[in-house]
Structures are given as C-alpha cells and as structure tokens.
C-alpha cells in the first residue's frame, strides 16, 4: 500500500494540466460553434429571400404573360370596331379642360379620358375598352391604368381605376396631366422607335396612393397611319410579401438575359446575390423580358434579423464560453487546498478496507509476503491456517525449480500451491493455495451426477421404445376391428383408435430421433406427387369442419427433388393437422416454393385464417408436451408436432418458424434442403400434354383460378376467361366452380371431393388440390369430345333435319335470315343489350318452331332462360352452341 500512496501524488498532480487542456478544447469548439451557428444563420435568411425573390419574379412573370394577352385583345378585338356597327347616340362625354374629355358610363369600376381631338369611333372604342376593362378589374382594390395612344386620330385614351374626374379637375400641372403629358412623350419615343416592338419602365411610385409599378409598352404598326402604342401600368405592391420594403426593390436592365431568337427560350430561374459596397444585392431575372428584379439589403438589416433568429442559442453560447475561460484560468493556477489530502487519505483508507473483504472472502487461501523483511502484508483466514505448518523460503525455492507450482501435504490433506511474482513490486511473492481434496471430491460427485443423467437418459430412450413396441400391436388391431364397424354412431371409435395409432407411431418416431436411431431414406420424387398424396389423408377432417384447403405450388409441375419423401409428408401432414384444430372457419393454404438465392433450398407454407395459437404452444417446437395445445370438438391437437416437425427439419437441414397472431391466424414456414433432380424422361412426358387445347376458366375466387390456370398452362393448355374470351371464338375444355354454369360438357371444380367423380355424360367433379386426379378427368373428358366427333364425322353428312329444312321449301330463306340473326346475337351480347338479345333469341325461336326444329327450338329456350338470369358466361356458350347447330343444317 505504500507503494500505491507514493503514485498517489503524480496521478493527482497531473490532474489540472488535464482539465485546463480540456477547458481549452471547450473554447475552441464553442468559437467555432458560434461562427457556424452564425453562418448557418446568414445562409438560411438569404436562401429564404432568395426563394421570395424568386416567387416574386414568377409572379410579375405571370402578370406581364396576362396583359401581354390583354393587350393584344384590346388591339385585335376591343378596338376594333364591330362589323354590324353600333351607334354613338347613348355616348356622352364631357369636355374637363381643353382637349380633355370624359366619359360618362354608368358602372364606375374604371373611368376613362380623352387626350386630344377625336371623333365617335375613338368615343365608341374607349366605351368598349372600358367596359373590357371593368370586367378584368372587377375584383382588384390597388390602381391600374391603361393608356392608348391611338394611330388613327393622335389622340390619347387613358382608363383607369383611379378617380379620374375629381383628379383632372385642377390646373394642367396637376398629377394627372403630368403623367398623361409623360406617358405620351414615352409611347410616341417608343412609336418611332423601328426595331423595338414591347419596353417596359423601370419601378415607379405612385405618390398619393404609396403604390409601386411598372409599365409595359406594346407598339403595333399600321400601314399608312401612325402605330398604335397600349401600355399598362402593372401594380406591385400586392406581390411583394411582408417585411420586405418596396423602396428596395428596382428593375434594371438584364444584359445577360438571352434574347427571343436564340437557343434558350425557357426562363432562368436563379437568383445571384452580390454585394454593392454597404449592401447586399439579390437579383433575380425576370422571365421573357430583358429585366432583373434587384433587392437591395442593408447589411445592418441582415445583421439584425440573423441575430433574432439566433439570439437564445448565441446567448446560451456565450454564457458556456464564459464559463469555460473561468474554468480556464481558475484551473490554470489551482489555489492550494488542506482537504485535498485529508480526502485523500480518507479515500485511502476506504481502498485498502475494500481490499482486505474482497481478500476474505475469496475461496482460495491468498497470502503476500516480503522474503526481505521476512512478514506478511496480505492474507486471508485460508492461509493464515496454513501459515503456521509452511516454510515460506523453501516453498518459493522449490517453486521456481518446478514452474512456479507445487503440491504439499498439511495434516494429510493434499494442497496445490502456485507461486506469482508482483509486477508493481519484484521483490513480493504472490501465494495461491488450493485444497485439491475438496476438488478432487467436486470432481467426482460431478462425473457420478454425468453418469447417472446419461444412464436415466438411456434408460428413459429404452422405456419409450418398449412400451412403443408392446402399444403398436393391439392399437393397430383395435384400429382394424373398429375400421370394420360400418354403423355410423361407431365412427368415432374409428377416428379414436386412428388417432390412438398416429400417437403411438409419433412416439416412436421421437424415440428414434432422440437417441440418433433415425436415418433418412433418400430417393428422387416429384413435389405435385407428394402434395396428391397428403391431400386425401387430410381431406376427411377439412371436409368434417366446413372449411376450406389450397395447395397453391408455384414451382413446375414435373419439378422433381431428391431427399427423404416419407419425412416431408409427415411433417405437412402434421403441421396440416394441427392447422386443421386450430383453424373454426375459414381456409387453410398450403404453399410451396422455391427460396430466393438458391434452387436447392424449398420453402413450403402452411397458413391458416384461424383465431391463432398461443404463445405456450409455440414453446412445445423445442421440448414436446411442455404446454397445453388448442382444441376443438372433434380433436385435440398434439403435442409432440412442433418438436418432431422441427427435428425432422434438421434432418433435412433445415428448420421450422412459426408465427402466430390473435384473431388473423397462424402461418407454418419450413424451411427444408433438397437437391433439384434433372429428369428428361418426365419433361417428355409433360411436355405438350394439352397442346393446343384451349380452356375456358369460369371460376369466382381469384385464389383458385390461380392454382387452376397453373395447372393447365404447365400441361400445354391455353386458358382464358369469359372476360377475355371473344364471342366468337371456341375453346375445348370447360372449367367452372359454379355448379349452375355446368349446364353442358365440362369439369366442376371443388376443394372437398376426393378424387374426381363422373357427374354425367361429359361432366365430371373433381379436387383441383389433386394434380393427377384433375388430370385423369381432363383426359377423359377430352376422351369423350373426340369419341363424339368421331360418330358425328362418320355420320351422314346431311341428317335428317338438315333433309327435312331442304324439303321444307324455305332453305333460301332460311340462309339469308337465319345466320344474320346469330351474328346478332353475338353483337348483342358483347354490349349486354340483354332485352334486344331477348327479341332476337324468341325470334330464332319462331323460325326453329316453324320448321319444326325440335333442337334449336330448346336452345333458343335455354338462351332465353340465362337472359332472364342475367348470366353472361352461360349466354355465350348458348349462343355458340346455337351457332354450331345452324352450321351443321348448312
């Protein structure tokens, strides 16, 4: 410990250094903060009145675009008098001065004058120019104006929405003849003028209204008169936004602007900001004119709003650095401080009392000692035990002859004793003593424990296999004696003993596969094969509660894999199971595909719209029967799935992942390893098996058309729908799920047959879960359209009614009437004109009625039966039927 007190001292000493560097660095950040805090300030505030400049420009844009508009409807259309002529009798003006005259209207939106001598048309012109304007000025509160120098008569038209007639009424140097007298010495400059069609003014302020504009010149040439000049004072003072002064804002020539005829015609949007000796300049060019729009700022301004925005975080700043320069210089010279060392030695002794607990309470014997002066500085009861029967000196000599460790036997308990050098001081000898006797008895109780787990552990494998064996037997004959009841009331002792056999033959399954007895028989097999034989085994119980089962696999239909089949239907089986109790009403969806990033790797999907499982029974994936599992009236479900599931995934090398939501359901994702296998004898197989067939696919639920068209485009087939199918054209294969559209040939699909099922001649129902049973009755089905083509092409070829239409007299007419009406039937239906295809099917039944066409008769019959319904599907077939039937009596 003195050697510690004596470092003490230089650790402390180093101290302030530490923190008078510290503070410093504070400084140093803080300054820069501040001047990034500033300049962040500085770039936020001119980037904000950079976009209003922008806005700005984009706004006065727009309105030198409006009354560029305007006044070329004024010159075109306003101005120009009316070809019908309308007479000046109701036009009054008054005379104010000497050549100035006002005219009198009875809206007074905006007033007008006459600058000049002129006759009535220029009355008439100013009558309509005023009312055009009262209309586009209707709704503004600040001033415009309008000025007209007319080439006709020299004379001057000035409307505005300013009270002109009480402003003219003073002496000639009044306000409003000044202006006019200015305007007019602009619009003749700008009339002579040969190579500048439009101008603009710079920013003028109107005096006794505060407001600022801007006016725009247009000139229009007219052969053998003087040109015609329209400017328009442009208001600003609605554009400009609070906190911007007017009187900053000017409109300067742009000499960088880009002319009409040059290559760049689309305006520049970007705003410059420069500096003019103590002000800040943002300019920002104005679109299709040759100005810029210049905003000048006071650096005063621009200091003051930026330390607005940032006065509390630069005040905080400023109070820190203050604080840190105190710091700085209080501990640049630390005054000296008598409590520094009294704390110290309080710390001190607080140590080395920490030191001695932990020391005692340690389970090895620990002792220091100095071979110098011959005493001990650290020791724990252990070793103060043991001092008095070890010889200190010849231990340590004899340590270091054996690599610092030697064992020593004290009243015949046999001691392990381990000799350190101390680093901070070389001359102290660390001592470590273990009782060996106590570890040697650890020891052995452990190893008894071992054997004594293990031995249980067998003994429990050889248990469950026994009693597996001695179960399997009689439940497997209790099973066939109850497999032979055939009264209904003693299925339930059937599904009992069924249940009673998979649960012994679970058992010794989870045997096998817990003490490694397990081994996989591998073997190439297709997928669609597998999913055809779990079907049926879970079909009776799908069947039992109402719902409903989709084997959607999205891998082809010859995909073949090799691995342990026999593994993997057990495993969907039981998780399909287990789904099935779990599951009161809806659907249960088995999907299989292949993972992403590998072909090798499948992933199969068994997902369910029941109310969910809870979170104990998801614990039973990695210790069987752990929790308590769901119910329903017909089964419980077991407890051994999720833990046989998930072993027989590993040995596949895979795993299984279960998630589970309240009220939605819950969704089985495995995970499993199988090599793609490359059969060339099964792709000839497949291949072209309904080439050229076309079916047609009537089916409701987008989920099962889906699996359906899979199916039959992986057979060759072509599928379409009765949406895209047209009215003409014909399909060999009819599929529908609705047993009210099987009115002809064609297959019924549904989820709970199980397998396929004759209906009638050329009708059949079949399992569309089932790949080989939808097959079977695809084929047969195609069989039984061929063998009846076969009798109708060995036929006659007239029969006996096509005979008796021929003898009938009206086979000419019949050709012209007949087939016209047919293909009406089809333009109807395609626009779903159901009560003209009504007239249309009862007339084709008239004429069949006739000529005592028994057949056609009860198909037009049929077809207006499905056009009461309003079925389309079963109306196109009938029309294609009635089709057919007409061209075989021609």
Sequence with gaps: MSQSDAMSPNKFSLMPGSITRFFLLLI??????????????????????????????????????????????????IATPPSSGEGSDNLQETRLRQDVWYLEKPRRKTEALIFGSHDSTTLEMTQRISSYLDTLWGAEST?????????????????????????????????????????RAEMLQQANALDERESFSPLRRLAWQNGYYFTLRTTFNQPGHLATVVAFDLPINDLIPPGMPLENFRLDPDDDAVSASGQEKEARD?????????????????????????????????????????????????????????????????????????????????LRALNEEIVAQLPLGLLAWDPESRRTLISNPTADHLLPHLNLQNIASMADQHQGVIQATVNNELYEIRLFRSQIAPRLQIFVIRDQDKEILVNKKLRQAQLLYERNQSGRAEFMKHISNALKRPVNQLADKAAMLADEPRRALVDDAQRLVRLVDEIQLATLLEDGGWKPHNQSFTLQSLIDDVVPEVLPAIRRKGLQLLTNNCLAANDERHGDREALRQILLMLLQ??????????????????????????FRVMDTGEGIARGEIDNLHFPFRNATS???????????FWLCNQLARQLDGHLNIKTREGLGTRYSLHV??????????????????????????????????????????????CVTPDEKTTSQDFDLFLTD????????????????????????????VNFNISHAMQEAVLQLIEEQLAQETVTETASPISDESAQLHASGYYALFVDTVPDDVKRLYTESATDDFASLAQTAHRLKGVFAMLNLVPGKQLCETLEHHIREKDAPAIEKCISEIDSYVKSLL
């Excluded at 809806?586 to 595909?593: A, N, P, Q, R």
């Excluded at 119910?631 to 799935?641: C, K, P, S, V």
Aim: glycine letters at 6%; a negative charge.
């Design 28 to 77: 140093i950040v803080l300054l820069v903060s501040m001047g990034v805090m500033v300049q962040s300030s500085v770039n936020a505030w001119l980037k904000s009145k950079s976009y209003q400049v922008a806005d700005i420009t984009r706004a006065l844009h727009k309105r030198v675009d409006t009354w560029r508009y305007a006044t070329w409807q004024i010159y075109d259309n």
């Design 143 to 183: 001033p415009w104006s309008m000025y007209y120098l007319n080439g006709q008569d020299n004379s001057l038209i000035l409307v505005s929405t300013l009270p002109l007639k009480d402003l003219s009424t003073g002496l000639k140097e009044s306000g409003v003849s000044s202006i006019v007298d200015s305007r």
């Design 738 to 765: 609705n047993p009210s559209n099987l009115t002809d040939s064609g297959i019924l699909l549904s989820d709970d047959e199980p397998g396929m099922r004759k209906l009638g001649p050329g009708q059949y129902r």
């Design 631 to 641: 119910e329903d009236d017909f089964d419980t479900a077991d407890g051994l799935t």
């Design 673 to 718: 390893s199988m090599p793609q296998q490359l059969s060339e004898t099964t792709e000839e197989q497949d291949e072209g098996l309904l080439d050229d067939v076309i079916a047609l696919v009537d089916i409701t639920a987008n989920e099962v058309r889906n699996i359906v068209v899979r199916k039959l485009e992986s057979w060759g087939a072509t």
């Design 270 to 350: 970007s705003v410059a900001v420069t500096f003019n000796g103590t002000r800040l300049e943002i300019v920002a060019p104005l679109t299709s004119t040759h100005l810029k729009l210049v905003w000048q700022v006071p650096f005063g301004s621009l200091l003051t709003d930026t330390l607005q925005n940032i006065l509390l975080p630069l005040l905080l700043n400023i109070g820190l650095l203050a604080l840190a320069l105190f710091g700085y210089t209080t501990f640049r010279n630390p005054a000296p401080r008598q409590e520094e060392s009294s704390a110290a030695s309080g710390e001190l002794q607080t």
């Design 578 to 603: 287990y789904a099935i109790v779990t599951t009161p009403i809806g659907k249960i969806t088995l999907e299989i595909s292949a993972e992403e990033g590998s072909e090798d790797r499948l992933l």
